[in-house]
């Protein structure tokens, strides 16, 4: 029988002659091209942004030392006065602003917008995991989520006064619909192979609910929640409006009304920074509850490691 020769010698029949390719060191030292090219993307796409927005702020104090109006003053003018109201003395842990307005606004918020997650989060997997519940309540969910929550503030303060509770509840009802609709969306767009099969295996419903239809909801529960949160700031705002001793839209309308066109400009200055560090923030427990997401999407060409 006539035998071929084999395309590679046996490892043994290496002498020490022959050079051997050096080892890979995949240390913490090592950086694929392709990670270092992701990191490069990352910051100019980061510089990017911040270069556009100063950009913009130059722009606007240009335009405002140009035009002098008192009710558009330079960004540098009113940034400066927030850092009156809000930043502390070298000796201080809080400044009074900070006390007294963001610090009660942010646990309004906060609180309000936690309430909506939970009751939208409960609701939302009720619904759309019995189909007639859902076609029966859809009607009510349509028209609730139509009200503007602003008009519905006499209602609130009937009901609830003047305290916290009516600007926390407020807050709550109009941050829960986005939260409600995308969990209904997301439980329903869950394979219903996976509910078959955890049937036929006889697994216990709270399992199921803990491993099945919450992570797998998890992406668009997470998305009406970044949405919330912007509602939740500007309902924070509108709430303290009216009928409020206290907190950031208490003391833009008080600023206004006093022609302190400095402290008004200062408190919209703020909110823009609170609602970014808030995002920011929101993106980063995003970024960490959906990291087994990532890994079980990733191609199967590119690394699991760190």
Excluded: C
Excluded at 1 to 19: A, I, L, W, Y
Excluded at 89 to 105: F, I, K, Q, T, Y
């Amino acid at each position: 029988m006539k035998t071929f020769p084999t395309t590679e010698p046996p490892s043994d029949t290496r002498g020490p002659g022959v050079v051997r390719p050096a080892p890979v060191d995949r240390g913490r030292g090592h950086r694929s091209p392709a990670r270092a090219g992701r990191t490069g993307r990352a910051l100019g796409s980061f510089l990017l942004r911040w270069a556009v927005l100063a950009g913009l702020l130059l722009v606007w104090e240009l335009a405002a030392l140009n035009a002098r109006s008192p009710f558009f003053p330079p960004p540098t003018e009113f940034l400066a006065r927030a850092g009156e109201l809000w930043l502390p003395a070298p000796e201080a842990w809080l400044s009074d602003g900070m006390r007294d307005d963001v610090l009660p606004s942010l646990g309004r918020m906060l609180t309000g917008l936690a309430l909506a997650t939970v009751t939208a989060v409960a609701l939302g997997v009720a619904i759309a995991l019995n189909r007639r519940v859902g076609d029966y309540v859809d009607p009510v969910i349509q028209f609730a989520r139509a009200l503007p929550p602003p008009a519905l503030i006499p209602l609130f303060l009937v009901l609830f006064g003047r305290d916290d509770l009516m600007r926390v509840l407020l807050i709550g009802f109009g941050a829960s619909w986005p939260i409600l609709i995308n969990t209904i969306e997301g439980v329903r767009s869950i394979d219903p192979l996976k509910h078959a099969t955890a049937r036929v295996f006889g697994v216990p419903f709270h399992t199921r609910l803990t491993r099945i239809v919450l992570p797998g909801a998890s992406q668009k529960i997470l998305a009406g929640v970044r949405t919330a949160l912007a509602l939740g700031l500007i309902l924070m705002v509108i709430s303290e409006m009216v009928a409020a001793t206290g907190g950031i839209g208490y003391h833009i309308v008080q600023a206004q009304r006093g022609f302190q066109i400095l402290d008004m400009w200062a408190g919209i200055a703020l909110l823009g920074v609170l609602g970014y560090l808030l995002n920011l923030a929101l993106t980063a427990v995003e970024h960490r509850l959906l990291a087994w997401h990532r890994i079980a999407n990733r191609p199967s060409s590119e690394p699991v490691g760190p």
